[in-house]
């Protein structure tokens, strides 16, 4: 079993940048690959960035292509996602999540895992 904690979020003005963080228990997350989905009020769950179990691949939605890193350290077992250049259209609640040997797909269906998620608000 593996536990998935977010940490990171909060409120921020356009422009601004922050950097979630995702810690694993339970299990080394050093066999998973790891993605971050995200939640608007009213909208379906959606694909941010992944990035495979080897490091080698890492995977973004379009809308956070150039704006978001996803990065690991497994020394630390934890996943992060920066956040730069936010926009006002970036506010949900994120989540993480953890796929045993994925190669960082950004279908849901592959994540077994799931985090409880953290609430990023964006002000214009």
């Known amino acids: 079993q593996v536990q998935l904690v977010e940490s990171g979020g909060g409120s921020v003005q356009a422009g601004g940048s922050l950097r979630l963080s995702c810690a694993g228990s339970?299990?080394?997350?050093?066999?998973?690959?790891m993605g971050w989905f995200r939640q608007a009020p009213g909208k379906e769950r959606v694909f941010v960035a992944a990035?495979?179990?080897?490091?080698?691949?890492?995977n973004y939605g379009d809308y956070v292509k150039g704006r978001f890193t996803v990065s690991r350290d497994n020394a630390k077992n934890t996943v992060y996602l920066q956040m730069n250049t936010l926009k006002p259209e970036d506010t949900a609640v994120y989540y993480c999540?953890?796929?045993?040997?994925?190669?960082?797909?950004?279908?849901?269906?592959?994540?077994?895992?799931w985090g409880q998620g953290t609430q990023v608000t964006v002000s214009s």
């Open positions: 990035i495979s179990y080897s490091r080698s691949n890492t």
């Open positions: 999540a953890a796929d045993l040997y994925g190669v960082g797909s950004s279908d849901a269906r592959y994540y077994r895992y």
């Open positions: 339970g299990r080394t997350l050093s066999n998973y690959a």
